[in-house]
């Protein structure tokens, strides 16, 4: 008798996008927190920790020396240019976690998603919606984290991010942090009993008929 081992499956590349402030984190912490079969890929990025991050939690924080050399020793699966600083993923925190059959997220920008999308065509790609500008707006003002300078450049960056939502996979609109969560999260679901993904069926299904 051929026992089905979920195991014998691939981790898949699950990205979150959104404009900042649209709600994308509270989200991904949101999923990660109820999920064990899914790990975050930590990025790595030039730009400054903010009050309340942990190097290494939120991102590695690096020089811009340190980003040139990661990326000529081909570290990163993708970078990108974010608000004047650069972000990129490394291909250490996500090939493990995928060998081991392990979901990773990735919360990049649609810079990033384009060129993982070229690496690995098998992604799964969410975007973020906010439900107006204005709200959109408010969230980014109550963080009090960034400048109004900061705030303004960040609006004007987020009807450029929102222009590639046609780009993804599954698009929701965050008017609810807890009904969108349901749904990101039944998205991951539905991809991971996709059959393309559960290889033991090849070999289960030798065994049912040979
Ligand atoms: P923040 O500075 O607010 O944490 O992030 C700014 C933007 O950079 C967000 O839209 C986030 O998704 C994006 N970002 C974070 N990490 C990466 C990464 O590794 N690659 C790319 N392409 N974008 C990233």
Known sequence: MVTANPLKR?????VLSSPSGAGKS????????ADDGIGLSVSATTRPIRAGETDGMDYHFVTNDEFDALVASG????????FGHRYGTLKREVVKQIEN????????????????????????????????????ERRLRS?????????????????AEISHWA???????????????KLVHTVLK?????????????????GLIG
């Open 10 to 14: 691939r981790g898949l590349l699950f």
């Open 26 to 33: 509270t989200i991904a912490r949101m999923i990660l927190g």
């Open 75 to 82: 570290e990163f699966l993708e970078w990108a240019n974010v």
């Open 101 to 136: 059959g392990r979901d990773v997220l990735l919360d990049i920008d649609w810079q990033g998603t384009q060129q993982l999308k070229q690496v690995d065509p098998d992604i799964v790609r969410v975007f973020i919606l906010p439900p107006s500008m204005e709200e959109l």
């Open 143 to 159: 963080r009090g984290t960034d400048s109004g300078t900061v705030i303004a450049s960040r609006m004007a960056r987020a009807a």
């Open 167 to 181: 780009e993804y996979d599954y698009v929701f609109i965050n008017d609810d942090a807890e009904h969108c969560r």
């Open 190 to 206: 539905a991809e991971r009993l996709k059959a393309t993904r559960r290889i033991f069926l090849h070999d289960f299904v030798r």
